[in-house]
């Protein structure tokens, strides 16, 4: 898993502009404290750190936590990267997940990781979860 988490990331690094068009078309950018009025170059630029395991700014923590998976930002990326998995990557990198440090606690994901986890250890041996962490 991490390492198409990894090639996933580095897929994005490769290829995205910056543009900002998928953080402008967010519908729940409303709901995230930094994310109102926010410079959408500035957020997307922040997504990118969080995939090359650094530090996220303020604006794309926010951002990764309040994603709802509407998929409208992938319907608009000129580049035709699928901004939705981009950020879900980042919210698992920003989670401490991938390779770099925890920056969000993993308990504000209601969606994601506590149930794939639940689900992991009832029906996978030890030895499996370690495979498919890696
Ligand atoms: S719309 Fe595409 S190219 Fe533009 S910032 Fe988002 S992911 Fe990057």
Redesign the pocket.
């Known amino acids: 898993m991490r390492s198409w988490l990894r090639a996933t990331a580095a897929d994005v690094l490769d290829r995205?502009?910056?543009?900002?068009?998928?953080f402008e078309t967010c519908p729940m950018t409303p709901y995230g404290a930094s994310l109102p009025g926010a410079d959408s170059t500035q957020v997307?630029g922040g997504i990118l750190d969080l995939l090359r395991g650094k530090a996220g700014n303020t604006e794309a923590l926010d951002w990764v936590k309040v994603c709802s998976h509407s998929g409208r930002?992938a319907a608009?990326?000129?580049?035709g990267?699928d901004?939705m998995v981009?950020v879900r990557v980042a919210h698992m990198a920003a989670c401490g997940s991938i390779d770099g440090p925890t920056q969000i606690n993993g308990r504000e994901d209601t969606q994601f990781f506590r149930r794939i986890n639940a689900f992991a250890r009832l029906q996978m041996t030890d030895a499996e979860i370690a495979a498919w962490h890696d």
Request: net charge neutral; aromatic share 0%; proline share 6%.
């Open positions: 995205c502009t910056s543009c900002g068009k998928c997307v930002c608009v990326c000129p580049e990267i901004a981009m």
